[in-house]
């Protein structure tokens, strides 16, 4: 099946820095993919839906401005955290979409394991 | 809007018996509706989707479930639980028209016991 990366697994960042995560499709070219946050024994909440070659469209209560999203590529789409906060510690999800699939399926990434000390 | 609801946080079972983990969704329009899996500090893994036909859907590791159009559900069932099934699953949707994402349950931790 289709294979979706994220990098890095892990990361641990001072407070105030700001992390990069990327998502890759690494056998389909992905026009749309997903960046979900989940917190410890919650749910995965939707943050923004990225679109390539297209603004992010981010969710009701996610700031756009710390949460940047670039969809650069049909394989690559990147989120910043930017000015992290300890409450910004969680667990990020990426989800691409194959296009020609014949029946849609989202493909999730490993997940990026974020904490802010 | 999608909703998911999955009314048990946790589900105790023995190993052996039949589990059964339960899903009910909300959605405009016809529904895709998916079961993943997570285990301790991992991605989701895919069980099964039911997209059209048949309502039974089977899935990996003897996995199935039941679309029931009229309840509105999409229960997982397996009938013999094994120790290694033990995880959080979830339970998504997404309309069947236009580019909508999928939306989740809040997950359901299946504890099965030796």
């Known amino acids: 099946g289709a294979v979706v990366s994220q990098h890095p697994s892990r990361v641990i960042c001072k407070s105030g820095t700001s992390v990069k995560i990327e998502c890759r499709s690494l056998d389909f070219q992905a026009t749309t993919m997903f960046w979900y946050r989940q917190f410890p024994k919650q749910s995965l909440m939707l943050m923004a839906t990225s679109n390539e070659g297209s603004k992010a469209t981010y969710e009701q209560g996610v700031e756009k401005d710390k949460f940047l999203i670039n969809h650069a590529s049909l394989t690559l789409s990147t989120l910043t955290v930017t000015s992290a906060h300890p409450e910004d510690s969680s667990f990020y999800i990426c989800?691409?979409?194959?296009?020609?699939?014949?029946?849609?399926?989202?493909?999730f990434g490993p997940g990026t394991r974020l904490l802010v000390l | 809007a999608q909703s998911v609801a999955q009314p048990e946080d946790q589900v105790n079972v023995a190993e052996g018996n039949p589990l059964t983990v339960k899903c009910t969704y909300s959605v405009s329009g016809n529904p895709y509706l998916f079961w993943y899996v997570q285990y301790p500090n991992r991605g989701l893994q895919f069980l099964l989707k039911y997209i059209t036909g048949d309502n039974l859907v089977k899935g990996s590791y003897g996995f199935e479930a039941e679309f029931n159009k009229s309840q509105t559900s999409f229960h997982l069932k397996k009938p013999s639980a094994l120790v290694s099934d033990s995880a959080l699953y979830f339970c998504a949707v997404r309309a069947n028209s236009g580019n909508t994402p999928l939306v989740f349950g809040k997950g359901t931790r299946l504890s099965v016991i030796a």
């Open positions: 989800s691409a979409r194959d296009p020609a699939a014949r029946l849609e399926t989202q493909y």
